[in-house]
Nanobody
Framework: QVHLVESGGGLVQDGGSLRLSCEAS????????MGWYRQAPGKERELVATKTNDGTTNYADSVKDRFTISRDNAKSTVFLQMNSLKPEDTAVYLCNADGRSGWSRAPFTSWGQGTQVTVFL
């Protein structure tokens, strides 16, 4: 079983920055995709940014040029640098990873518990 633990959320003023981290632990053979999603109250979960094992990135249009996703594959960790934050970025940010588990090479998909990001005016 692969566990994801996020950190780095918090309260920040409009225009500020935050950096989120997510580390995977457990029986992992490889992680293909790691990324971030978010869910605001009353809204559906939406993709924020993902990064594949070979470095291909994908961003939501609403965060392009403001957020940057990066990975440390050796540490099974993904980061999200968020700059120029806006109140509409307020949400619970959830880490996601998929790949193959260590023993059986069976595919897995895991979610973290989420970390709250609140941007105020």
């Amino acid at each position: 079983q692969v566990h994801l633990v996020e950190s780095g959320g918090g309260l920040v003023q409009d225009g500020g920055s935050l950096r989120l981290s997510c580390e995977a632990s457990g029986s992992v053979y490889n992680i293909e995709n790691m990324g971030w999603y978010r869910q605001a109250p009353g809204k559906e979960r939406e993709l924020v940014a993902t990064k594949t094992n070979d470095g291909t990135t994908n961003y939501a249009d609403s965060v392009k040029d403001r957020f940057t996703i990066s990975r440390d594959n050796a540490k099974s960790t993904v980061f999200l640098q968020m700059n120029s934050l806006k109140p509409e970025d307020t949400a619970v940010y959830l880490c996601n990873a998929d790949g193959r588990s260590g023993w059986s090479r069976a595919p897995f998909t895991s979610w973290g518990q989420g970390t709250q990001v609140t941007v105020f005016l």
